[in-house]
């Protein structure tokens, strides 16, 4: 069955296919140097390493001893299920890093507010590399120093040099990515996590085709093309690889947004492109499907849909999209119909059982020769003599 709501909701609860999440937000920090060096971005960008240059890692001013240092990195699309954090500080000044603190929270407060996931106690310096589970549900990750350093006779107020940082989440699953023709630079580099790399091609017809490996709920999608264009796009949902222009169209238009939402449950996303001339070019850099598995809902997508839902549920609240099965009602289908009623929504009425009482699912009266006058036999009571 493939089903597709025509209302948008906003959430965005997990995204597949992606490893890493650092694409998928901004950053900031306390103090910024100038000249476009030891910007906050820098630290979520290559070289992964503990190499120090201010063209590649972050770097905030040296401050007074009251004040804190802070790199921020925030999710644009809401809370996400982090797992592990890794840092790459820079080389040579563990006692920069030293009394560091590690957060996950839902809002920017500096000092940070919300769950401390690790700190770095005395004695000793930290590690400059390091992996922190945090396994925490949060929209900020928030690197923290108010503690200074000494460094010979020179003491130093608090201060963040990332080269790297690494914000990894929980995958339920990946999915697989394949495009017509094979194209010069392979599909796989659309979904590598990098937006820096990029699949490549060209011909005609074109598609390119994301395989989510079982049909689930899905709510969104993010794109990020190389270069960008004109003409129409048209994005199918399907449940065959090859059946796709029998699908569903979710989007179709001249301006394919980076972020589009959607309520659909579905395996196969095929998008076309505009076509050029006698044939188009594609160059996708990073494409990634927002959702869950069928019958799973919530931010971790681990809640299961109500068992007498007809069809999925909503992500956010877990309420059946589409009704409940026979004989249930309410937002989760969680109540019997009440006395009288069955059937779909319980919107029937037992009348012609006698004192209406019948089985909710399927009406049959519970005495099956007690019909009410004028109703003469059968299960429900509907057969004249
Ligand atoms: C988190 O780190 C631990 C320990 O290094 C490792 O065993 C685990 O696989 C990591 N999990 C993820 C999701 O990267
Ligand atoms: C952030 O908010 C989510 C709900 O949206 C909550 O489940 C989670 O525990 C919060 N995280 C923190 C660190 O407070
Ligand atoms: C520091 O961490 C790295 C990477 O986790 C590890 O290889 C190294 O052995 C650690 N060094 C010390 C001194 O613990
Ligand atoms: C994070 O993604 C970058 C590219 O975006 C990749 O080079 C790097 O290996 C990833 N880091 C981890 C720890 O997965
Ligand atoms: C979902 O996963 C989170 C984190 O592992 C856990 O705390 C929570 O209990 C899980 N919920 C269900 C319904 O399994
Ligand atoms: C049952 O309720 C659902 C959701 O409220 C609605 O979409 C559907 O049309 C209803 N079906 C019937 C047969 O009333």
Not at 36 to 48: F, H, N, R, S, V
Not at 260 to 287: D, H, M
């Amino acid at each position: 069955m493939l089903l597709l709501l025509l209302f948008h909701t906003t959430v965005l609860l997990r995204v597949l296919a992606q490893r890493n999440l650092t694409q998928f937000g901004t950053t900031r920090q306390s103090s910024s140097f100038t000249n476009g060096l030891g910007k906050p971005e820098y630290a979520i960008y290559p070289p992964i390493s503990n190499s120090f240059y201010l063209s590649t890692c972050s770097y905030t001013y040296l401050t007074d001893f009251t004040a804190s240092a802070w790199w921020m990195f925030q999710f644009s699309f809401g809370p996400v299920y982090i797992t592990n954090i890794t840092i790459y500080y820079r080389e040579g000044f563990a006692s920069r890093m030293d009394g560091f603190k590690l957060y996950v929270t839902n809002t920017s407060t500096i000092p940070p507010d919300g769950y401390l996931c690790y700190e770095d106690t005395d004695p000793g310096l930290p590690n400059i590399t390091q992996t922190i589970p945090c396994n925490q549900l949060g929209q900020y990750v928030i690197y923290y120093d108010n503690t200074g350093s000494v460094e010979g006779k020179v003491v130093y107020g608090p201060m963040v040099e990332l080269c790297y940082i690494a914000i990894n989440d929980n995958m339920a699953f990946d999915s697989l990515v394949a495009q017509t023709p094979s194209g010069s630079q392979p599909a796989n580099l659309a979904n590598d996590g990098d937006k820096r790399s990029c699949s490549k091609t060209k011909g005609f017809p074109l598609i390119f085709q994301v395989d989510i490996k079982r049909e689930s709920i899905v709510q969104g999608l993010y794109i990020t093309f190389g270069e960008k264009k004109e003409g129409t796009h048209t994005l199918y949902a399907s449940n065959t690889n090859n059946a796709w222009k029998s699908g569903i169209i979710l989007y179709q238009g001249n301006t394919l947004p980076s972020e589009i939402n959607f309520n659909a449950v579905f395996r196969y996303l095929t998008y076309v492109p505009p076509v050029k001339g006698t044939f188009s070019e594609l160059e996708i850099c990073e494409i990634g499907i927002i959702g869950c598995p069928p019958s799973y809902y919530g931010l971790l997508c681990n809640q299961s849909c109500p068992g007498n839902c007809d069809g999925p549920c909503n992500l956010k609240t877990g309420n059946c999209i589409f009704g409940c099965l026979n004989g249930w009602t309410g937002d989760k289908c969680e109540q019997e119909c009440p006395n009288c009623h069955f059937g779909r929504n319980c919107s029937q009425v037992c009348e012609k059982c006698i004192s209406r009482r019948c089985y909710p699912v399927n009406g049959l009266c519970h005495i099956t020769t007690a019909c009410s006058p004028g109703y003469l036999y059968g299960e429900y009571c509907n057969k004249r003599t």
